[in-house]
């Protein structure tokens, strides 16, 4: 804008232009996937980026308690901090996420307080919530497949099967990186990414980064490979947007080793 000011070559147009586009510039978005199986150590890794300083856990990530619905860690000042939940029974409708993020009278919202540890940690342990439903609920929700009956997850002795309770989370909160414009998404283990075509047509493909975990207790699974075949295998000359983190190699440490066969 200077320069073209500087050589006379500036209009209300091109002003109005420039003035747009630094605009965008100012408000757009870094978002960074975080894609990982099941106890991959996902959440904990959020965890130390995001709320080290609060001294606990506030994403869940102890044993039995993992994030079930994808979860996106950003920060709208134009928003209290909170957090919102989409419930799954929207995917019985036809209306895209990006549909759904526009009705915000159709979220469950939360407030969170900053300053308070446990009530953040208690509120967004929300987004390990599931619920048991029939087969026939399952398949109409998404997370049951006939044809593809190793990735089905298993009924219980009344022929019930666990799916998330909510379809999305958004989690709204002032971190200095957010608020930089950085987005984070959180996504759940493979059964939940195949079942939102969301995720796997809209947000993974478009994050401008994605993170690969894999646990160094489990080396790389049959599911781990599946993630990455179906969802992140890309053209090698978009390779650099994807990151592969080998994580728990602390637990690679064994004291009836010697430290070369540790290494």
Not at 1 to 11: A, I, K, P, T, V
Not at 41 to 61: T, V
Request: aromatic share 6%.
């Amino acid at each position: 804008g200077e320069w073209m000011s500087s050589h006379e070559l500036m209009d209300a147009s091109v002003q109005e232009r420039l003035h747009r586009l630094e605009e965008q510039v100012r408000s757009d978005k870094v978002m960074v996937a975080f894609v990982a199986e099941f106890s991959r150590g996902k959440s904990e890794l959020i965890n130390a980026i995001f709320f080290a300083d609060y001294g606990r856990r506030i994403m869940p990530a102890s044993a039995g308690r993992t994030t079930m619905c994808p979860t996106e860690l950003g920060y709208d000042a134009a928003v209290a901090p909170s957090l919102r939940l989409l419930p799954i029974e929207t995917r019985l409708h036809v209306q895209s996420l990006a549909e759904w993020r526009l009705k915000t009278d159709r979220w469950l919202e939360i407030p969170l307080e900053i300053g308070n540890a446990d009530q953040m940690a208690k509120a967004v342990e929300k987004v390990s919530e599931i619920r048991k439903v029939s087969l026939e609920e399952a398949r109409a929700l998404g997370f049951w497949h006939d044809d593809l009956s190793e990735e089905n997850p298993l009924p219980d002795a009344h022929g019930l099967v666990e799916v998330p309770m909510w379809r999305h989370a958004l989690i709204n909160i002032p971190h200095p990186l957010l608020k930089q414009g950085l987005v984070i998404l959180d996504t759940p283990g493979l059964n939940a990414v195949g079942a939102e075509p969301e995720l796997t047509v809209n947000l993974i493909p478009q994050a401008h980064a994605v993170v690969f975990i894999l646990s160094a207790d489990t080396g790389v699974t049959r599911s781990d490979l599946s993630i990455w075949r179906e969802h992140l295998a890309i053209p090698l000359d978009g390779i650099d947007a994807r990151l592969v983190v080998l994580n728990k190699i602390d637990t690679l440490w064994d004291t009836l080793n010697t430290a070369e066969q540790v290494q």
